[in-house]
Nanobody, 116 residues
Framework: QVQLEESGGGLVQPGGSLRLSCAASGSISEIYAMTWYRQSPGKPRELVARIFRNGVTSYGDPVKGRFTISRDNAGNTVYLQMSSLRLEDTAVYLC??????????WGQGTQVTVSS
């Protein structure tokens, strides 16, 4: 069994910053990719950022240049540094981990609210 623990969400003013964390624990095999998604009411789930085992990263167009995905040396924790936050960044942010076995796990999500 694998557990994903997300943290770092909260309320922030437009233009502010937040850092999200997602730590994987339990029966961890080799991680293939770690991804942050977000979902707002009435909108489809949106890919925010992804980091692969080899360190390659990719970003959704709305966050390019503002968000940065990274991971710790062990490769079991992924971070999302969010800067220059906008009202439209308000969403539940979900962490997803895909292992080399193709198993995919999701976290519970953490709320990010951007409001003045």
């Amino acid at each position: 069994q694998v557990q994903l623990e997300e943290s770092g969400g909260g309320l922030v003013q437009p233009g502010g910053s937040l850092r999200l964390s997602c730590a994987a624990s339990g029966s961890i095999s080799e991680i293939y990719a770690m991804t942050w998604y977000r979902q707002s009411p009435g909108k489809p789930r949106e890919l925010v950022a992804r980091i692969f085992r080899n360190g390659v990263t990719s970003y959704g167009d709305p966050v390019k240049g503002r968000f940065t995905i990274s991971r710790d040396n062990a490769g079991n924790t992924v971070y999302l540094q969010m800067s220059s936050l906008r009202l439209e960044d308000t969403a539940v942010y979900l962490c997803s981990v895909v292992f080399s076995t193709a198993l995919n796990y999701w976290g519970q999500g953490t709320q990010v609210t951007v409001s003045s």
